[in-house]
Structure formats: C-alpha cells, structure tokens
C-alpha cells in the first residue's frame, strides 16, 4: 500500500504563488504517473498535472503556463508549484499515484485546500 500526505495548501492572494507538496510512503520511483488533481465547489475533480517516470508532463490548459510539476525521488514527493493565481483556481488540491509492482494500484491523497482571493 502506498499513502500519499499533501501540504502546502492555504490562503493566497489573487496574483501570489503556492507550491503544494505529496510525500509517498513508498518510493516514487516505482509509479508510473503521479499527478495532481482539483476539485471545486459545483465542478467534477479535474487533472491539473501530471508526470511520468520518464519526466514527461502534461497541464490542463487552465494552468498551463502558470503551473510546474515536479517529483524528488530521492524525497519521494512530488510537487506543484503555482503562480499567478487566479479566484478560480480555488478548490481542494489530491495528490493522485500510479504504482506498478510490487504497489501496483492507483492511490490519493487526502487533499489539501487552496483558497485565492480578490
């Protein structure tokens, strides 16, 4: 089994920056993808960004631009680093993992909150 703890999560102001954090339990080294997820108030949980064990990164075209993934393996965390924050990108931020074995499952994080204001 792997958990995964998120931190980083807080109040910004419009236009600040926040770098979110996911610490696995197991070594990141053995997941296929992790990501980052959001979900707000009235809206379905949405892929913010993701990485791969090769490095490649995908954004959602919302955050593109602003966002970066990142991942430690030597820390099995992985990151999200958030500027130029909008109101919009208010909601609650899950760490997602993929692991193949000897962990093999898909994993979440308890979610940590990001709240933008004007």
């Known amino acids: 089994q792997v958990q995964l703890v998120e931190s980083g999560g807080g109040l910004v102001q419009a236009g600040g920056s926040l770098r979110l954090s996911c610490a696995a339990s197991r070594s990141i080294f053995g997941a296929i993808t992790m990501a980052w997820y959001r979900q707000a108030p009235g809206k379905q949980r949405e892929l913010v960004a993701a990485?791969?064990?090769?490095?490649?990164?995908n954004y959602a075209d919302s955050v593109k631009g602003r966002c970066t993934i990142s991942r430690d393996n030597a820390k099995n965390t992985v990151y999200l680093q958030m500027n130029s924050l909008k109101p919009e990108d208010t909601a609650v931020y899950y760490c997602n993992a993929k692991y193949a074995v000897p962990w093999s499952g898909d994993y979440w994080g308890q979610g940590t909150q990001v709240t933008v204001s004007l």
């Open positions: 990485i791969t064990s090769g490095g490649s990164t």
